[in-house]
């Protein structure tokens, strides 16, 4: 199992990836948490494996500021930035602490690109 963590303050969002991440049962979703600072626990309680960060958040910390503190709490885990962003990938790609990048515009790669950066093949159903 891997236990996921979801950054995101859009409700909309937040039901999307819980959805995209249903159709895998090797994922088990620990919780969501609109703002990096509150999620921070979590990651490290729950020791998570995936963390699926938005950008924008409701805190004073983005997305991109916030990785490397949950790589902090969360050394093992991989970081997904999904976004609406296009203009931060490259930012993205110098952040050592995030593993991807998937916009939300292609949120129907996420599960795929997920699996990759854990090295898990295909879905579990």
Do not use: C, W, Y
């Not at 983005?62 to 203009?87: C, M, W, Y």
Request: proline share 2%.
């Amino acid at each position: 199992m891997r236990v996921l963590v979801v950054v995101e303050d859009d409700e909309d969002a937040q039901d999307l990836i819980e959805t995209v991440f249903s159709l895998d049962s090797r994922f088990i979703l620990a919780g969501v948490s609109a703002t990096a600072e509150d999620a921070f626990e979590m990651a490290r309680t729950n020791k998570a494996g995936l963390i699926v960060l938005d950008h924008v958040l409701a805190g004073e910390l983005t997305g991109i500021q916030a990785a490397p503190r949950f790589k902090d709490v969360a050394p093992l885990s991989k970081i997904i930035l999904f976004t609406a962003h296009e203009e931060l990938r490259e930012a993205a790609a110098t952040e050592p602490a995030i593993d991807a990048f998937v916009l939300k515009t292609d949120s129907a790669h996420l599960l795929r690109v997920a699996q990759q950066v854990l090295g898990v093949a295909g879905s579990a159903f």
